[in-house]
């Protein structure tokens, strides 16, 4: 009767979550984060930093941006990337 042998993997999947912040015809990864979990508090966090928001960007005619979380691959984002500051929208940064 033979062995049974168990191979434990140690590679990490490369696959994160984004917060992608989407403005008018621009897109920008705002941040990464390795779980689903961890990415949706931050996008409802930055959702309502918009909301709080909402007014002053309407009187200044600043287009909010819309934040949703997606599957991404640390591999796929540009050499140059850095996090959108969460209230990065107000100085144009989106």
Same mark, same amino acid.
């Not at 966090?45 to 941006?65: C, D, G, K, T």
């Not at 979380?69 to 140059?80: C, S, T």
């Given at each position: 009767?033979?062995?049974?042998?168990?191979?434990?993997?140690?590679?990490?999947?490369?696959?994160?979550? &984004?917060?992608?912040?989407?403005?008018?015809? *621009?897109?920008?990864? =705002?941040?990464? !984060?390795?779980? /689903?979990?961890?990415?949706? $508090?931050?996008?409802?966090?930055?959702?309502?930093?918009?909301? &709080?928001?909402?007014?002053?960007?309407?009187? *200044?005619?600043?287009? =909010?941006?819309? !934040?949703?979380? /997606?599957?991404?691959?640390? $591999?796929?984002?540009?050499?140059?990337?850095?996090?959108?500051? &969460?209230?990065?929208?107000?100085?144009?940064?989106?």
């Amino acid at each position: 009767m033979g062995k049974v042998v168990v191979f434990r993997t140690t590679a990490r999947r490369d696959e994160s979550w &984004a917060v992608v912040a989407r403005t008018g015809g *621009n897109t920008r990864i =705002a941040s990464i !984060y390795p779980t /689903r979990a961890s990415a949706e $508090a931050d996008c409802e966090w930055r959702s309502q930093q918009v909301a &709080a928001y909402r007014n002053f960007l309407e009187r *200044n005619e600043i287009a =909010a941006p819309h !934040y949703s979380i /997606r599957p991404y691959r640390r $591999a796929d984002l540009p050499r140059a990337w850095r996090p959108l500051p &969460a209230l990065g929208f107000l100085h144009g940064g989106c």
